[in-house]
Protein backbone atom coordinates (compact mmCIF):
# COMPACT_ATOMS: atom_id res chain seq x y z
CA UNK A 1 0.00 0.00 0.00
CA UNK A 2 1.33 3.59 -0.44
CA UNK A 3 1.90 5.81 1.91
CA UNK A 4 2.54 9.33 2.08
CA UNK A 5 4.23 11.67 4.07
CA UNK A 6 5.11 15.44 5.22
CA UNK A 7 7.73 15.71 7.55
CA UNK A 8 6.70 20.01 8.08
CA UNK A 9 3.99 19.32 10.64
CA UNK A 10 3.47 23.33 11.21
CA UNK A 11 5.23 25.87 9.61
CA UNK A 12 5.05 29.51 10.59
CA UNK A 13 6.24 32.51 8.27
CA UNK A 14 6.06 35.82 7.39
CA UNK A 15 4.38 37.80 4.84
CA UNK A 16 7.04 37.72 1.33
CA UNK A 17 8.55 34.77 2.68
CA UNK A 18 9.18 31.92 0.53
CA UNK A 19 7.99 28.54 1.00
CA UNK A 20 8.50 25.14 0.51
CA UNK A 21 6.34 21.90 2.04
CA UNK A 22 7.97 18.84 1.58
CA UNK A 23 5.74 15.58 0.58
CA UNK A 24 6.90 12.80 0.10
CA UNK A 25 5.81 8.86 -0.90
CA UNK A 26 6.70 5.36 -0.98
CA UNK A 27 4.92 3.07 -3.41
CA UNK A 28 7.26 2.10 -6.41
CA UNK A 29 4.22 2.11 -9.31
CA UNK A 30 3.30 4.82 -11.73
CA UNK A 31 1.37 8.07 -9.31
CA UNK A 32 -0.48 10.97 -9.85
CA UNK A 33 0.27 13.79 -7.35
CA UNK A 34 -2.11 16.28 -5.70
CA UNK A 35 -1.59 19.46 -3.05
CA UNK A 36 -4.99 20.02 -1.50
CA UNK A 37 -5.49 23.37 0.40
CA UNK A 38 -7.81 23.05 3.52
CA UNK A 39 -8.45 26.69 5.06
CA UNK A 40 -9.75 26.89 8.57
CA UNK A 41 -13.28 25.51 8.54
CA UNK A 42 -13.50 25.07 5.15
CA UNK A 43 -13.45 21.81 2.70
CA UNK A 44 -10.39 20.43 0.75
CA UNK A 45 -9.70 22.18 -2.24
CA UNK A 46 -7.20 21.39 -5.26
CA UNK A 47 -4.23 23.60 -5.62
CA UNK A 48 -2.86 21.38 -8.34
CA UNK A 49 -2.36 17.87 -9.58
CA UNK A 50 0.30 15.96 -11.39
CA UNK A 51 -0.55 13.45 -14.08
CA UNK A 52 2.13 12.64 -16.79
CA UNK A 53 4.77 15.38 -18.70
CA UNK A 54 6.38 18.36 -17.15
CA UNK A 55 7.63 17.37 -13.70
CA UNK A 56 7.23 21.31 -12.51
CA UNK A 57 3.60 21.74 -12.09
CA UNK A 58 1.70 25.08 -12.06
CA UNK A 59 -1.22 25.32 -9.86
CA UNK A 60 -4.04 28.30 -8.44
CA UNK A 61 -2.87 31.06 -6.43
CA UNK A 62 0.80 31.24 -7.33
CA UNK A 63 1.84 27.99 -5.87
CA UNK A 64 3.62 25.40 -8.13
CA UNK A 65 5.04 21.52 -7.53
CA UNK A 66 8.03 19.72 -8.81
CA UNK A 67 7.88 15.74 -9.44
CA UNK A 68 11.47 14.11 -8.22
CA UNK A 69 10.50 10.55 -9.60
CA UNK A 70 14.10 9.18 -8.19
CA UNK A 71 13.23 10.98 -4.84
CA UNK A 72 9.88 9.94 -4.61
CA UNK A 73 9.18 13.64 -4.00
CA UNK A 74 6.38 16.37 -4.79
CA UNK A 75 6.97 19.40 -3.05
CA UNK A 76 5.00 22.31 -2.88
CA UNK A 77 6.14 25.72 -3.54
CA UNK A 78 5.47 29.41 -3.46
CA UNK A 79 7.96 32.36 -3.89
CA UNK A 80 6.41 34.92 -1.19
CA UNK A 81 3.45 33.87 0.83
CA UNK A 82 0.48 35.94 2.19
CA UNK A 83 -1.30 36.00 5.17
CA UNK A 84 -4.22 34.75 3.50
CA UNK A 85 -2.33 31.55 2.59
CA UNK A 86 -2.57 30.58 6.35
CA UNK A 87 -4.12 26.98 5.95
CA UNK A 88 -3.54 23.38 6.33
CA UNK A 89 -1.62 21.74 3.14
CA UNK A 90 -2.06 18.11 2.16
CA UNK A 91 -0.41 16.19 -0.37
CA UNK A 92 -1.91 13.38 -2.17
CA UNK A 93 -1.13 10.25 -4.02
CA UNK A 94 -3.03 7.96 -5.70
CA UNK A 95 -1.63 4.70 -7.68
CA UNK A 96 -2.50 5.29 -11.59
CA UNK A 97 -4.12 2.27 -12.30
CA UNK A 98 -5.96 -0.06 -10.08
CA UNK A 99 -7.23 1.54 -6.64
CA UNK A 100 -8.16 5.35 -7.22
CA UNK A 101 -8.94 6.58 -4.21
CA UNK A 102 -6.33 9.39 -2.80
CA UNK A 103 -4.11 8.22 0.10
CA UNK A 104 -3.29 12.22 2.08
CA UNK A 105 -0.44 12.90 4.14
CA UNK A 106 -0.99 14.34 7.28
CA UNK A 107 -1.26 17.70 6.32
CA UNK A 108 1.26 20.54 7.35
CA UNK A 109 -0.04 23.66 9.13
CA UNK A 110 0.90 26.88 7.72
CA UNK A 111 0.32 29.97 9.82
CA UNK A 112 1.37 33.29 7.67
CA UNK A 113 1.67 36.62 10.02
CA UNK A 114 1.51 39.81 8.65
CA UNK B 1 -20.93 26.24 -10.12
CA UNK B 2 -20.91 22.29 -9.84
CA UNK B 3 -20.02 21.05 -6.07
CA UNK B 4 -20.33 18.47 -3.67
CA UNK B 5 -23.30 19.02 -1.61
CA UNK B 6 -23.30 17.13 1.92
CA UNK B 7 -25.74 17.36 4.77
CA UNK B 8 -26.10 17.99 7.52
CA UNK B 9 -23.17 20.27 7.76
CA UNK B 10 -23.40 19.66 11.50
CA UNK B 11 -24.60 17.12 13.99
CA UNK B 12 -24.62 16.53 17.75
CA UNK B 13 -26.36 13.53 18.88
CA UNK B 14 -26.12 11.18 21.93
CA UNK B 15 -24.12 8.03 21.89
CA UNK B 16 -25.79 5.06 20.39
CA UNK B 17 -27.63 7.66 18.39
CA UNK B 18 -28.08 6.15 14.87
CA UNK B 19 -26.68 9.30 11.90
CA UNK B 20 -27.08 9.08 8.46
CA UNK B 21 -25.08 11.53 6.49
CA UNK B 22 -25.78 12.48 3.00
CA UNK B 23 -23.86 13.54 0.03
CA UNK B 24 -25.10 14.65 -3.55
CA UNK B 25 -22.36 14.28 -5.97
CA UNK B 26 -21.05 16.03 -9.08
CA UNK B 27 -23.81 15.54 -11.98
CA UNK B 28 -22.27 13.02 -13.86
CA UNK B 29 -19.21 12.09 -12.01
CA UNK B 30 -19.61 8.44 -11.42
CA UNK B 31 -16.68 8.09 -8.45
CA UNK B 32 -17.71 8.86 -4.82
CA UNK B 33 -15.13 8.78 -1.52
CA UNK B 34 -15.72 8.92 2.12
CA UNK B 35 -13.40 10.36 4.04
CA UNK B 36 -12.55 10.99 7.88
CA UNK B 37 -10.89 13.17 9.29
CA UNK B 38 -9.85 13.58 13.25
CA UNK B 39 -6.97 15.49 14.15
CA UNK B 40 -5.05 12.22 15.43
CA UNK B 41 -5.41 9.81 12.61
CA UNK B 42 -5.76 12.76 9.50
CA UNK B 43 -7.60 12.02 6.09
CA UNK B 44 -9.04 8.42 6.12
CA UNK B 45 -10.33 6.89 3.85
CA UNK B 46 -13.63 4.98 4.77
CA UNK B 47 -15.27 3.96 1.55
CA UNK B 48 -15.05 4.12 -2.10
CA UNK B 49 -17.97 3.79 -5.18
CA UNK B 50 -17.94 3.26 -8.61
CA UNK B 51 -20.61 3.58 -10.84
CA UNK B 52 -22.31 3.24 -7.56
CA UNK B 53 -20.80 -0.45 -6.65
CA UNK B 54 -19.05 -0.42 -3.71
CA UNK B 55 -14.82 -0.95 -4.83
CA UNK B 56 -13.02 -0.69 -1.71
CA UNK B 57 -15.02 -0.07 1.99
CA UNK B 58 -11.86 -1.72 4.17
CA UNK B 59 -11.35 1.54 5.92
CA UNK B 60 -15.21 1.53 7.42
CA UNK B 61 -15.37 -0.71 10.70
CA UNK B 62 -17.93 -2.78 9.33
CA UNK B 63 -19.81 -3.67 12.53
CA UNK B 64 -21.48 0.10 12.78
CA UNK B 65 -20.97 1.69 9.80
CA UNK B 66 -22.65 1.49 6.42
CA UNK B 67 -22.30 3.10 2.91
CA UNK B 68 -25.03 3.10 -0.06
CA UNK B 69 -26.23 4.83 -3.23
CA UNK B 70 -28.94 4.17 -3.65
CA UNK B 71 -28.87 6.09 -6.76
CA UNK B 72 -26.09 8.06 -9.17
CA UNK B 73 -27.26 11.24 -7.09
CA UNK B 74 -27.37 10.13 -3.54
CA UNK B 75 -24.70 8.69 -1.32
CA UNK B 76 -25.15 7.66 2.31
CA UNK B 77 -23.00 7.13 5.15
CA UNK B 78 -24.72 5.64 8.29
CA UNK B 79 -23.68 5.14 12.07
CA UNK B 80 -25.42 2.78 14.13
CA UNK B 81 -24.61 3.07 16.88
CA UNK B 82 -22.70 6.22 17.05
CA UNK B 83 -20.09 6.19 19.53
CA UNK B 84 -18.14 9.56 20.93
CA UNK B 85 -14.84 8.08 19.21
CA UNK B 86 -16.72 8.71 15.79
CA UNK B 87 -16.72 12.04 16.58
CA UNK B 88 -14.84 13.71 13.17
CA UNK B 89 -15.37 15.80 10.31
CA UNK B 90 -16.97 13.48 7.08
CA UNK B 91 -15.65 14.60 3.65
CA UNK B 92 -17.51 13.35 0.48
CA UNK B 93 -15.86 13.65 -2.96
CA UNK B 94 -16.87 12.76 -5.90
CA UNK B 95 -14.63 12.85 -9.38
CA UNK B 96 -15.11 11.76 -12.99
CA UNK B 97 -12.86 8.33 -14.19
CA UNK B 98 -12.28 8.45 -17.48
CA UNK B 99 -9.15 6.81 -18.63
CA UNK B 100 -6.29 7.88 -15.98
CA UNK B 101 -7.07 11.74 -15.57
CA UNK B 102 -9.90 12.34 -13.15
CA UNK B 103 -9.69 14.58 -9.77
CA UNK B 104 -11.87 14.51 -6.74
CA UNK B 105 -13.76 17.36 -5.29
CA UNK B 106 -14.41 17.77 -2.02
CA UNK B 107 -17.71 18.43 -0.24
CA UNK B 108 -17.87 21.46 2.87
CA UNK B 109 -18.04 18.18 5.25
CA UNK B 110 -20.52 17.11 8.12
CA UNK B 111 -19.02 18.04 11.35
CA UNK B 112 -20.48 14.81 13.92
CA UNK B 113 -19.97 15.11 17.42
CA UNK B 114 -20.85 11.90 19.38
CA UNK B 115 -21.82 12.70 23.00
Known amino acids: AQSVSQHNHHVILSEAASLELGCNYSYGGTVNLFWYVQYPGQHLQLLLK??????LVKGIKGFEAEFIKSKFSFNLRKPSVQWSDTAEYFCAVRRDTGRRALTFGSGTRLQVQP | DARVTQTPRHKVTEMGQEVTMRCQPILGHNTVFWYRQTMMQGLELLAY????????DSGMPKDRFSAEMPDATLATLKIQPSEPRDSAVYFC?????????????FGQGTRLTVV
Open chain 2, 49 to 56: FRNRAPLD
Open chain 1, 50 to 55: YFSGDP
Open chain 2, 93 to 105: ASGLVVGHDTEAF
